[in-house]
């Protein structure tokens, strides 16, 4: 298959559920391995996927989410939504999916650049070194198009 | 002679009465019209204004409005339904009537006056609805508005069953009659075509391990020094790979081969042969003691792919 040869794409993840979070990195991931340019743009809650402290308690939330077999009702009772994210680990362990530290490194690893957003790191307070040691650049939205200048933008 | 003169004279004298009568009567009515006519000015003027003014208020607009409404009734409603709105009419007028006794009316009129004071009304909670039963009042209007339901459901069923029973009638009419597309052609008895003649079975879908799996061999796109490549670039037969054709192909793919690559390469055929899956990177880093950063340094252009293409294996499936 003939591909274009300078394919970039460019993918903001701005929330930090499992169901959230694994898209975006998947998405990257595919798109080195396809040999296409690729970078993430971490803001808002996407901060806790390269967040050290937080990247190991990845949730998945249940309530409000239609597809989800959990009744909303049922979804929001305290316990129902760290059930949801260890049955959904669970399942991802048995499809032997590498966790979302791990996927970070092999992103990191495979060429991908990650970058987190500035007004996001001052509005929940973070600090660079409370970031995981992938992680280039803290970075602003101009620069982030600067960055993801001719490539396919993808938000998550 | 004289006596002639005499009639004549006379004749003159009436017809004379008679010119100055009419003369009379012409002056009169002239007088007249021109009395009449300021008067018939003003009278036209008066009407004119008057019809103004009835425009202005709206009663031509009505008017034409209340042609459209009979325009809309009569292309929304056909003959039949007249016909049959002639039958319902009295159980229309007894509805009416019953609807209309004073008594009715008065409760109608008091329950309507709480819109007036709607303003003074409190919203009620899921609470609130529980406390205002114990309203004895409340419970009555509650019991009636229960028994107005019952029989509204009770009228429903009446209609849904007597429906039923006329297509039960239907039914057992077409039983008796024979449906006429049961019955059997007349003159020269040929095969129906759409009958005997099933639907071509569809293929059994190939059980695929997990997203992407190629299934089965791929179709060949062209065919190199006797070698057949698919269309993305793969060998279809993975054993016609010869050492010296991956050679040839790490050149096509812009690699120059180095031992590091080889270890990768046979590590990829190796587990191909036992597993008859093509590896992906993530396989391959469990397998050829290689790290994720070392594939895309040695195949820096989609590694899986095109290792798989360089050691002759089919496309690499799944997304990691």
Known sequence: MTQSTDRKVAIICSKAGLDEAYPALILANAARQSGIEAFIFFTFWGLDVITEKKVDHLHVNMAGNPASPMPTMLAGLPGMEAFAAHRMKKSMEELSLPSAREMIEILADAGAELYACELAMQMFKRKPEDLLPQVKEVITAGDFYDLADGAQIIFT | ?320
């Open chain 2, 1 to 320: 002679m004289n006596k002639e003169f005499t009639t004549i004279t006379e004749r003159l004298d009436t017809v004379l009465e008679q010119l100055a009568y009419l003369t009379e009567r012409q002056r009169k009515q002239e007088e007249l019209i021109a009395e009449l006519t300021p008067i018939a000015k003003l009278a036209l003027g008066t009407a004119t204004e008057k019809l103004d003014q009835l425009d202005q208020q709206g009663y031509f607009a009505f008017g034409k409005e209340l042609v459209e409404v009979a325009k809309k009734v009569i292309e929304g409603f056909s003959p039949q339904d007249v016909h049959e709105l002639g039958d319902a009419v009295v159980q229309i007028l007894q509805a009416v009537r019953a609807m209309t006794q004073p008594a009715v009316l008065a409760v109608a009129a008091d329950a309507s006056s709480v819109m007036d004071d709607a303003a003074a009304v409190k919203p009620l909670g899921m609470f609130g609805m529980v406390r205002a039963t114990r309203d004895d009042d409340v419970q009555k209007g509650m019991a009636i508005m229960i028994e107005v339901l019952r029989r509204i459901g009770h009228g429903a069923n009446a209609v849904a069953e007597k429906s039923k029973q006329l297509e039960d009638k239907k039914a057992k009419l077409q039983l008796a009659l024979g449906s006429r597309k049961q019955k059997k052609p007349l003159g020269i008895e040929r095969k129906r075509l759409t009958a005997g003649t099933p639907a071509a079975p569809r293929p059994a879908p190939a059980a695929q391990a997990s997203c992407a799996v190629p299934a089965g061999p791929q179709p060949s796109a062209a065919v190199i020094d006797g070698i057949a490549y698919t269309a993305d670039g793969h060998l279809v037969d993975a054993t016609a790979w010869t050492r010296r054709l991956g050679e040839t192909l790490a050149q096509m793919q812009g690699v120059t081969l180095t031992d590091a690559h080889w270890a990768v390469l046979e590590a990829a055929r190796a587990d191909y042969e036992t597993t008859a899956v093509s590896p992906n990177i993530r396989r391959l880093t469990q397998i050829a003691n290689v790290t994720t950063k070392d594939l895309y340094a040695l195949f820096p252009k989609a590694p899986g792919r095109t290792i798989a293409k360089i050691a002759g294996l089919p496309k690499p499936a799944g997304c990691l």
